[in-house]
C-alpha cells in the first residue's frame, strides 16, 4: 500500500486531505508535535531536530503544510521570526532526514502562498515565473520555497502549490468572511478593490492528489481558482447567497490598521493571479466560480 506522510494533518487543509486519501486506499501518516501512541502518528520536534525515523523511512510521499498560521497572531518581531522559523526548520529538517533514511522517496510535495508575488493591488495578472515581492509576506515564501526546492538536488520530484484564501464551511477564512455578514454587519474592506484569489479546499485537495498520482507535476504552480474576485464582489457574493444586508460604507483601511497592525496589509492588498499553469496539466476544478464554491459551502 503506498503510504503518504503529511505534515500539519491536524490543520483545516491537512484533516481535509488526510480523509480524501484514505478514502481513495493510501496508508496516511502524520507527523505531530504531541507524543501519542497511536500507529498512524509520529513525534516530530523541530527544535530538537528530532523526527521519529520510521515516519521517515517507511514514506513514498510527503506532503508538507505545517507551519504557523500567518493570520492568527499580530505580527511583532518575535512572532515573524517564529512564522519563519517554523517553516524553514521544519522543511529543513525534514530534508536532512529524507537525505539521511529514504533517498528513494517518490516525491516531496509542498504548500507555499500566492503572498510569493507581495501584497500588493495592480492590475498584473500573476504566474508562477514572475520575480517575487518584496514585503514580508514575500520573504516567507521565498525563502519556505527554496526550503523546499531542496529536495530536487537529490533527485526527488518536487511539486509546490502557492496556495490563495481556502474556502472551506470547516472554519478558515469563510467562516470569519461569512460570521459578521451572518449578524448584519458585513462590509467590504478597504476600498474593496483588492482582488482576493481563492480555492475550494476540494479543489485543492485534489490538486495535492494529482500531484501524487501524476509524475508529469514538477515545480510550482498557482493553487488558485480562475474566477478572479475582488473584496467587494466576494462579501456581496456571501451576502447574497445567505440573504443578509451589508452595510454601506466599507471598513476604512485605518480601522483595520489601528485593529491588526502590519497583518491589515494581507486584508488591504491583493491581486489576480493565474490557475493557468495548473490547468494545463489537465486539472480540472469542481468549483471554477464563486457562485458554486458558495452554493456548495452553504447548502
Known amino acids: 500500500m503506498t503510504s503518504i506522510l503529511i505534515t500539519g494533518g491536524t490543520g483545516l487543509i491537512g484533516k481535509h486531505l488526510c480523509k480524501l486519501l484514505k478514502d481513495k486506499g493510501y496508508k496516511v501518516t502524520v507527523l505531530s508535535r504531541n507524543q501519542v501512541t497511536k500507529p498512524t502518528t509520529f513525534f516530530w520536534n523541530i527544535e530538537t531536530d528530532y523526527i521519529d525515523t520510521k515516519a521517515i523511512s517507511e514514506a513514498n510521499y510527503i506532503i508538507h503544510l505545517a507551519g504557523e498560521g500567518i493570520a492568527d497572531k499580530p505580527w511583532t518581531k518575535e512572532r515573524k521570526q517564529i512564522l519563519i522559523n517554523s517553516r524553514l526548520k521544519s522543511t529543513n529538517l525534514l530534508f536532512k532526514k529524507v537525505k539521511e533514511l529514504n533517498p528513494n522517496l517518490k516525491a516531496f510535495i509542498a504548500a507555499s502562498g500566492i503572498g510569493y508575488y507581495g501584497a500588493t493591488t495592480s492590475t498584473k495578472i500573476y504566474e508562477e515565473n514572475d520575480v517575487s515581492g518584496t514585503d514580508f509576506l514575500s520573504e ?160
Open 140 to 299: 516567507i515564501c521565498r525563502l519556505w520555497e527554496n526550503a523546499s526546492l531542496q529536495f530536487k538536488t537529490i533527485n526527488i520530484r518536487t511539486v509546490i502549490f502557492r496556495t490563495g484564501i481556502v474556502l472551506s464551511n470547516e472554519g478558515g477564512a469563510f467562516q470569519k468572511i461569512s460570521k459578521p455578514i451572518k449578524l448584519g454587519l458585513g462590509a467590504a474592506l478597504g476600498s474593496g478593490k483588492q482582488y482576493m484569489p481563492w480555492i475550494h479546499i476540494e479543489d485543492l485537495c485534489n490538486m495535492y492528489v494529482k500531484a501524487i498520482e501524476n509524475i508529469e507535476l514538477n515545480g510550482i504552480y498557482n493553487a488558485v481558482a480562475p474566477e478572479h474576485i475582488t473584496n467587494n464582489e466576494l462579501t456581496k457574493s456571501v451576502a447574497r447567497a445567505i440573504k443578509r444586508p451589508l452595510w454601506t460604507p466599507n471598513v476604512p483601511r485605518f480601522i483595520l490598521k489601528i485593529t491588526f497592525g502590519k497583518l491589515a496589509v494581507i486584508l488591504l492588498e491583493g491581486s489576480r493571479v493565474s490557475s493557468e499553469k495548473i490547468v494545463t496539466t489537465g486539472f480540472k476544478f469542481k468549483y471554477p466560480t464563486l457562485t458554486k464554491a458558495l452554493n456548495n459551502l452553504l447548502k
